[in-house]
């Protein structure tokens, strides 16, 4: 079992950078394949990013590319998103998610633990 709880959302101005944090508790944390997934209204949740379980390999959805970075520190079991150069359209909330299997998954169904989301709120 895994759970988890974001926190460090907020109201952020067009430009600006946020880091959220995804606390994990439960032993499956250090083998699990982590993400960020954000959902905004009327819209599908939809995949932000992916880190493995040694931080080997990482992946984003074109969207936030060269903007988002993603990152986790297993000692403190926590999972990182580093939000930077923040745009309108970033605006939703945002789910940290675990798969306990290690796999490389850019769609919800891989993964098996959720937290409660945070929401990130940009302004022009």
């Known amino acids: 079992q895994v759970q988890l709880v974001e926190s460090g959302g907020g109201l952020v101005q067009a430009g600006g950078s946020l880091r959220l944090s995804c606390a994990a508790s439960?032993?499956?944390?250090?083998?699990?394949?982590m993400a960020w997934f954000r959902q905004a209204p009327g819209k599908e949740r939809e995949f932000v990013a992916y880190i493995t379980w040694n931080s080997g390999s990482t992946y984003y959805v074109d969207a936030v590319k060269g903007r988002f970075t993603i990152s986790r520190d297993n000692a403190k079991n926590t999972v990182y998103l580093q939000m930077t150069s923040l745009k309108i359209e970033d605006t939703a909330v945002y789910y940290c998610?675990?798969?306990?299997?290690?796999?490389?998954?850019?769609?919800?169904?891989?993964?098996?633990?959720w937290g409660q989301g945070t929401q990130v709120t940009v302004s022009a």
């Open positions: 439960g032993r499956l944390f250090s083998d699990s394949t």
């Open positions: 998610a675990a798969d306990p299997n290690g796999r490389f998954g850019a769609t919800k169904i891989f993964y098996h633990y």
